[in-house]
């Protein structure tokens, strides 16, 4: 029963959003969907509970069983607390604490960690470029094509060459970087379709959870 | 030496410093504390109908940091509401000397998004005690029938009514013996716009980046006036259009003033000299006109809006004239320039031609009828496959147009010729030839059959070629069978500046495309109300005419009324539109009132039919005629007024949505031809209606792959059912999951399974998930920690919900652990740092990465890669897959994460769906190289057969 209902409920819309695709009536495309929408936007609130629930279970246990660095809990939590105090006292538009936070805090802290990328992606280069068999020779080749297609001195190389580097990058971009962009779509697109067929039918129950 | 010279410059810094600190002290400037708004003065907005008033006020210091200036509004002096601000950017300021605030036109004053009570804004300190200073962060008039009733009057409200309330949520309210409806005020909601009259008072209220409210300013009050703006049309163009010698009619167009309230009255002839024509607009009956009387023409509201006119022309007597019921004016063709033409606008004032109009309209122009631009025949179509909001107004064939060339001089001499191409949904380009000749020869040097409309060709231009005019013939071909080909030409001329060739106007029977424009007007569902529904350039050969569903209803609010709880709005409704009759019917909301309101109008119809001789008219009054006794016969039933209004809503739906069009071609400069749709047999209107339709037919290839698809599904789950051996092909990533399970177990450290940064309605997610529930299964088995930190809280009670019933399955439901499946947080990196931070403090020895990922993907697996974790991944994310191959042990790409649970699981139900999906790959690929084939050869019917973006 606990499986049961909640798979006949998927079943019954999992059916009625496949009408959506090809149903585009009003009363399909307005009426129903603008109703449904509204209500999924109800349960909405129920899940941030549970995840702030979830959250501070967590750290509260670290922290009262004093595991391996549990100060860093301590200051989850007390960010959770002054940033969902500080939002509820003075509310959240501009000039108020939460905004500041958010501005002098949480922005810089997020460019650093997405800063970090630009060297991440160094070392990752690196460690492909490195021709130790003719596959990676090629993509060794390919890519140093497709860098120089993309900086200055691509264009003034070519300039000086017979053969204009800045075509065979877009040619590699177009070509062969295209066809297997989308072979990889075209099998991206039939998984998904097949997992959504399984759940349609039932077939696929996983996320469904435990319980009979 | 040296160490002196240091100490003087410190002690010189040191002095400046302690400088201007003393200046500082003694320095007079504004601060927080003593800053204050000056020159704050309120105008009326000038040339509108006292529908607005402006505010402007000398802006603070940029030291102040001023976040936002908030204006308070009341009708008395000591009651001021919040409403609106002005914000700006603390850290950028105002640069300006002036700050203005437009308050006109209608804006927000009541929703329900506003407190249930008056609240005072208690931040803003008053600068006398008899001022109170009301409302909250964004609203300033509570939802309070008391307090509102106060501004009765005062504006002019309309409330914004949701379709559903409007036809439901109201009650019948009397007041002053005179019938409303009463909606709730937490239904509806309101918008205001100040008064001609009435007057307002204003505070501007000023705060800083820290949200602390500065010294309100002084109140300033101010009325709006009504002074219509009154602008005579800006241009008038005239000209006699004639067939050989043969004058044929006076054509008139002219260029309406925008925002001018100002239609035209009339059209004035003279044969005087342009002062004394002039004079006679001045005329009085003391100084009487001294010139020949002028010829007048006379506009209606509907000529106004064309602002175009064509006034025929007659032969008598031998002479060429105008004529109207009083009067006739005589036109020499030969002396045309004699003819003064002016035009007038209708307020009251006589507006003559500004001179620069004068001096075009002095002259009346000739022109030949064949310089006409041709009749703009046209047809109105639903759009197919729509939710039935729109239809198209479609007056020429496809066209296309080179739009852009470029050159590429690599290896000989290439050209990019860029093309366009405007068609409809009726009727679409199917393909045209191109031929391109260079100028002075003969034969074409490119000839082209363009069948897949890519937007571009390339070619080689011959190796003489230098720069020459290019001549393009273009011959299109539609997929409409009934259509001949036609043909465009444009000329390709070298610009030595832009270095390309530059594509001229289209031309299409010797006629420049470009030489004029087509306006298409609407008539609504109304008797006479005629609106220019778009003016377009003339290689354009459609609009598209949104006429969408009723959603919102606006309706003037009476009064506020805070003894019934209501806010009261007139009870009358259009309850339908008869196109042929060209008569609204408007009744009332309530039943018996409507009863009273459709006999009387029955009685009128009938009045109109005894007046009427002409039996079309009298039939069409009669057919109107018993539409209303059926209404009334309904009605009889005595109807509840629940059941009355769910019938009109029936009506309104079916007949408020109609439509008829008049397009005209016009070079603006007085030439032009109009065209209506021809009317129906008994001479009414031709009027359209888009339809809702029940089945996008475009998408027929999409659910007949589907449908196979599923039948593919059917037939081979059925097979593994019955012991079919199915053979899957190895996935290696797959195939690792156990040993790298194994290998955490072996080192007693946990796995680190991360589902993805999308919620659970996407797909990948869910095959994540399926993946997590063999993993953890395993991890079960084998009695090693997994933990699952998640992005989305709705994921995160079912992925715990997943892992525990692994553990259960395996047999060991004490070693689950709700904890160690955990919501961190919903932003990106803020995600990336948690999930980085497990991945060092827990030294995971196992990661799996399954699902959507964005930039953070690499973040998490470089950081997994020097902790010396064995990385499974698996995503959809193409943008993604080569971060997971370069930084993981094992990826799953694309298709293989949504093959991986079924891999794993071995179930026949589930290897069934990833056996037929092979199969459906195998029908794609047979159509891909078959319609490649086809397509090389220029068939193109499986092409078409599939939708293309």
Not at chain 1, 164 to 192: E, F, H, T, Y
Not at chain 2, 14 to 32: D, K, Q, R, Y
Not at chain 2, 703 to 716: D, K, N, P, T
Request: charged share 20%; aromatic share 12%.
């Amino acid at each position: 029963m606990k499986k049961n209902i909640p798979l006949a409920i998927v079943i019954i819309l999992g059916f009625i959003f496949v009408g959506w695709t090809f149903i585009p009536a009003k009363w399909m495309q307005d009426d129903f969907y603008t109703a449904f929408i509204e209500f999924t936007k109800t349960m909405s609130p129920f899940a941030v509970v549970l995840g702030i629930y979830s959250l501070v279970s967590m750290h509260y246990s670290r922290i009262r069983m004093k595991a391996p660095k549990w100060g860093y809990s301590f200051v989850t939590i007390i960010g959770l607390v002054v940033t969902a105090t500080v939002g509820f006292v003075y509310g959240t538009q501009s000039g108020t604490p939460a905004q500041w936070i958010f501005r002098n805090m949480m922005m810089p802290i997020s460019a650093t960690m997405f800063s970090l990328l630009a060297f991440y992606m160094a070392t990752a280069a690196y460690k492909s470029f490195r021709a130790r068999s003719v596959e990676a020779t090629v993509l060794l080749v390919a890519a140093i094509i497709i860098m120089l297609g993309q900086v200055p001195l691509g264009m003034a190389i070519s300039k000086t060459w017979p053969i204009n580097i800045l075509d065979i990058s877009q040619w590699i971009m177009d070509v062969p970087n295209l066809a297997s962009k989308r072979g990889i779509l075209l099998g991206v697109g039939l998984g998904s379709v097949a997992t959504s067929l399984k759940i349609l039918l039932g077939i696929e129950r996983t996320y469904l959870g435990g319980g009979d | 030496m040296h160490k002196n010279r240091s100490k003087s410059w410190l002690s010189l810094l040191l002095c400046l410093i302690a400088l201007s600190f003393s200046f500082s002290l003694f320095a007079e400037g504004i601060t927080v504390e003593n800053a204050k708004i000056e020159n704050l003065v309120v105008e009326d907005v000038p040339g509108d109908l006292g529908s607005g008033l402006i505010l402007k006020w000398k802006p603070l210091p940029n030291d102040l940091k001023i976040l936002e200036y908030r204006v308070y509004r009341g009708v008395t002096p000591d009651s001021l509401f919040y409403s609106g601000s002005v914000v700006l950017n603390p850290v950028v300021g105002f640069a300006g000397e002036e700050i203005t605030y437009l308050d006109s036109g209608f804006k927000p004053f009541v929703d329900k998004s506003c407190p249930g009570r008056l609240v005072t804004d208690g931040k803003v300190k008053p600068l006398n005690e008899t001022t109170n200073y009301f409302g909250t962060t964004n609203n300033g008039y509570p939802r309070d029938l008391e307090v509102l009733a106060q501004a009765n009057g005062k504006f002019t409200f309309i409330a914004q009514i949701d379709k559903g309330v409007y036809y439901s949520r109201y009650d019948e309210v009397t007041l002053d013996e005179e019938l409303f409806s009463g909606y709730p005020l937490g239904n509806v909601s309101i918008l205001a716009r100040v008064k001609e009259g009435v007057t307002y008072y204003y505070s501007i209220v000023p705060i800083n980046e820290t949200r602390k409210y500065l010294t309100p300013s002084v109140i300033v009050s101010g009325t709006p006036i009504s002074d219509p703006l009154l602008t005579p049309a800006k241009e008038l163009y005239s000209v006699l259009v004639t067939d050989g010698l043969t004058p044929v009619s006076l054509n008139f167009d002219w260029e309406n003033s925008v925002g001018s309230y100002a239609s035209q009255a009339a059209i004035y002839l003279f044969t005087d000299e342009l002062d004394l024509a002039r004079s006679y607009f001045d005329a009085t009956e003391e100084n009487p006109y001294q010139g020949s009387e002028p010829f007048i023409i006379t506009l209606d509201g509907q000529i106004n809006e064309y602002a175009k006119y064509s006034a025929p022309i007659v032969l008598e007597d031998g002479l060429y004239c105008l004529k109207n019921e009083e009067a006739k004016f005589v036109i020499d063709p030969e002396n045309i320039e004699n003819i003064v033409v002016a035009i007038q606008a209708n307020s009251g004032q006589t507006f003559f031609l500004n001179d620069n109009s004068i001096g075009k309209a002095k002259t009346i122009q000739t022109a030949s009828i064949k310089e006409t631009p041709k009749v703009p025949t046209f047809n109105v179509f639903d759009v197919p496959n729509d939710k039935g909001d729109t239809q198209i107004v479609v007056w020429e064939k496809p066209v296309v147009e080179i739009t852009k060339t470029s050159f590429v001089e690599k290896l000989g001499k290439f050209l990019v010729v860029n093309y366009d191409f405007f068609d409809y949904k009726a009727e679409k380009l199917k393909s045209f030839d191109i031929k391109l000749t260079i100028d002075g020869q003969d034969e074409p040097f490119f000839t082209h059959n363009e069948f897949y409309l890519n937007n571009i060709i390339k070619l080689s231009l011959p190796e003489d070629y230098d720069n020459n005019v290019i001549h393009a013939e273009i011959l299109v071909t539609t997929n409409n069978p009934e259509t001949e080909p036609y043909t465009f030409y444009q000329t390709l001329k070298f610009d030595k500046i832009l270095k390309a060739l530059i594509p001229s106007a289209i031309t299409k029977e010797d006629i420049n495309l470009n030489s004029f424009n087509y306006e298409v007007y609407a008539k609504e569902a109304s008797p006479n109300f005629v609106t220019v529904a778009a003016k377009v350039v003339g290689k354009m050969n459609n609009y598209s005419d949104v006429i969408s569903y009723e959603r919102y209803i606006y309706e003037s609010v009476v009064a506020f009324d805070a003894e019934s709880g209501k806010v009261l709005t007139p009870d009358g409704i259009q309850v339908w539109y008869d196109a042929r009759a060209e008569k609204a019917l408007y009744l009332s909301k309530f039943a018996s009132k409507s009863k009273e309101l459709l006999a009387a109008e029955i009685e009128n119809v009938k009045a109109e039919i005894a007046a009427t001789t002409a039996q079309n008219e009298m039939k069409i009054l009669e057919e109107y005629q018993a539409n209303l006794v059926s209404l009334q016969t309904e009605l009889d039933k005595n109807i509840s007024d629940n059941n009355w209004i769910k019938l009109v809503r029936k009506y309104r739906d079916s007949s408020l949505r109609q439509k008829s069009y008049k397009v005209f071609t016009t070079n603006n400069k007085g030439l032009f031809s109009s065209y209506e749709l021809p009317k129906n047999d008994d001479g009414t209107f031709q009027y359209f209606t888009p339809i809702s339709n029940q089945f996008d037919h475009e998408k027929w290839a999409g659910l007949v792959a589907s449908v196979i698809f599923a039948i593919l599904v059917g037939v081979y789950v059925n097979l593994a059912k019955k012991g079919v051996d199915l053979y899957i092909r190895p996935i290696a990533g797959i195939q690792e999951i156990d040993n790298a399970i194994g290998r955490a177990t072996e080192m007693g450290r946990p796995i680190l399974f991360v589902p993805g940064m999308s919620s659970i309605s996407v797909v990948a997610t869910l095959a994540a998930l399926s993946i997590l529930g063999k993993v953890a299964k395993k991890a079960a088995e084998y009695d090693t920690r997994i933990l699952v930190p998640t992005r989305d809280y709705i994921l995160m009670p079912i992925a715990q919900e997943i892992v525990k019933e692994a553990h259960i399955e395996a047999g060991r439901p004490d070693t689950f652990d709700k904890n160690s499946v955990f919501f961190v947080t919903t932003d990106q990196f803020a995600y990336v740092a948690g999930v980085n931070g497990i991945m060092i403090r827990e030294k995971t020895a196992t990661n799996f990465y399954m699902g959507s990922y964005f930039a953070e993907s690499l973040l998490m697996t470089e950081t997994g890669n020097i902790t010396g974790a064995i990385q499974i991944a698996g995503t959809d994310s193409v943008t993604q897959i080569p971060f997971f191959i370069t930084t993981c042990d094992y990826t799953l790409i694309g298709e293989e994460l949504y093959a991986a649970s079924a891999y794993m699981s071995k179930e026949p139900m589930i290897l069934g769906t990833l056996k037929a999906q092979d199969y459906f790959k195998f029908i794609i690929l047979f159509f891909i190289i078959v319609g490649t084939i086809l397509s090389t050869a220029k068939i193109t019917f499986l092409l078409d057969i599939f939708p293309q973006k």
